[in-house]
């Protein structure tokens, strides 16, 4: 009996041993993974650049991951409310449709008015002992059939001690087939404003695109996937809805 009480003692100690060191290395592996970011920035121009762009690759996906919940727009004009974020009507009473050019303007409007929160105000930099100088931020996107680029011009002068490094533009491309998506969705309602509450299955078949259609407070939504355009690991999707008057 005495044996079977050590032994169990044993296995509790040996459980709660584990347990600790378990607790250690999720410790390590956060406190490292919080680390990585500055540790791994070196005062080398590739070094630097990679940062920079790294932040202007996540302030550009989550700008396109709002400009497709809300329909096109980052800028809401008219809307269907939704949980944190509106979905914006694409026919009410007529066309309303943002041209591309005006997507790729509220694009570059999201960038310049966010990148800044990403960088920190090059606040890991500081951490470093390295001054740095910036001037404005001006991007250009380009939406294409196949991707969509973002053109950034944005002076940073990076200094440590008596060396100096300086940047005048950036840039990235994400596969994000927006243009694709986008020329769906003015067939899509254009279809419908001459055949409401209608669904044009034959123009949807001919898009390799995944469709979901449903009635929404008096409206109807469409949410399109796109699983070749990969954002933040998940497809691509773009929501817009219609309001043709009563939808039974």
Not at 48 to 58: P, R
Not at 153 to 168: A, Q
């Amino acid at each position: 009996m005495k044996l079977k009480k050590s032994q169990i003692t044993f296995m509790i100690l040996l459980a709660l041993l584990i347990l600790a060191i378990a607790g250690l290395i999720i410790f390590a592996a956060n406190y490292f993974k919080s680390k990585t970011s500055i540790e791994h920035l070196v005062f080398e121009k590739a070094s630097i650049e990679g940062y920079i762009n790294n932040c202007i690759k996540k302030t550009a996906e989550n700008g396109l991951v709002l400009l497709g919940k809300q329909g096109g727009y980052i800028l809401l004009e008219e809307y269907l409310e939704a949980p944190n974020y509106g979905i914006s009507f694409l026919y009410s009473k007529g066309n309303k449709i943002p041209s591309i050019e005006k997507m790729q303007s509220q694009l570059s409007f999201y960038i310049d008015n966010n990148l800044n929160i990403c960088l920190k105000d090059f606040e890991d930099f500081k951490k470093q002992g390295w001054e740095v100088e910036k001037g404005n931020l001006n991007s250009r996107t380009q939406i294409n059939e196949r991707d969509v680029s973002f053109d950034i011009d944005f002076f940073v002068k990076v200094i440590n001690k008596d060396s100096i490094i300086n940047f005048e533009r950036f840039s990235i491309t994400l596969d994000v087939r927006l243009r694709y998506i986008y020329d769906l969705v003015v067939k899509i309602v254009e279809f419908n404003a001459n055949n409401p509450i209608s669904v044009d299955r034959t123009e949807l078949s001919r898009h390799d695109l995944n469709v979901t259609v449903f009635p929404y407070k008096n409206s109807m939504v469409y949410s399109i996937q796109d699983s070749k355009s990969l954002i933040m690991n998940k497809p691509y999707q773009l929501n817009f809805a219609m309001r043709f008057g009563h939808i039974p």
